[in-house]
């Protein structure tokens, strides 16, 4: 059985063509995983994608995936 962490790395390295320049981690805060994507500002553009489109997709996969987990996505650069 795979967990949140899993399902968001396996997601955000699918759609970078850099994948090893991704660097994905968490932290449990106050009942809230706080997830920091950190990559090079190219890598950035690819996981957001045009307006936010491909960044809020992995959101609603990760939505309808874990409805019972309450979590951040915070894209660094």
Known sequence: MSTINDTLD???KAVVTDPSSVVINSQD????????ITAVP???GQ???KEGKVIKSIRTILNL????????LEVKG
Do not use: A, D
């Not at 995936?65 to 951040?72: D, E, F, G, Q």
């Open 29 to 36: 805060n106050e009942g809230v995983l706080l997830f920091e």
């Open 47 to 49: 996981i957001i994608g």
């Open 65 to 72: 995936t874990y409805p019972n987990i309450r979590y951040s």
């Open 42 to 44: 190219e890598i950035i």
């Open 10 to 12: 396996y997601l955000i």
